[in-house]
Nanobody, 122 residues
Framework: QVQLVESGGGSVQAGGSLRLSCVASGNRYWLGWFRQAPGKEREGVAT????????YYGDSVKGRFTISLENGKNTIYLQMNSLKPEDTAMYYC??????????????????WGQGTQVTVSS
């Protein structure tokens, strides 16, 4: 069983930055962030493996977002810079127990946090 607790969402103006945190307990191979805006499908944002040596980023956030892992605290972070209004969504921390999940497929992730809202105003 994996439990995930997110924090760090909020409201910011376009061009600003936010950092999301997710504390994880339990065994998993990958931890990551998905987001879902009203009326849209859940989208894979960034994923990192258990050791922190492999990462994946969605095309829409490459170069702006950075995922990192603090192993001693079982915590992942999502540093979000140069935020745009289209980044507005509910952001979810997710965990996969698969060796190689499809990073864009939410169905390959077994456990989910409660979500944290990010709102970017223009």
């Amino acid at each position: 069983q994996v439990q995930l607790v997110e924090s760090g969402g909020g409201s910011v103006q376009a061009g600003g930055s936010l950092r999301l945190s997710c504390v994880a307990s339990g065994n998993r191979y990958w931890l990551g962030w998905f987001r879902q805006a009203p009326g849209k499908e859940r989208e894979g944002v960034a994923t990192i493996n258990k050791g922190g040596g492999r990462t994946y980023y969605g095309d829409s956030v490459k170069g702006r977002f950075t995922i990192s892992l603090e192993n001693g605290k079982n915590t992942i972070y999502l540093q979000m810079n140069s935020l745009k209004p289209e980044d507005t969504a509910m952001y979810y921390c997710a965990a996969s127990t698969r060796l190689w999940p499809r990073f864009t497929e939410s169905t390959d992730f077994d456990y989910w946090g409660q979500g944290t809202q990010v709102t970017v105003s223009s």
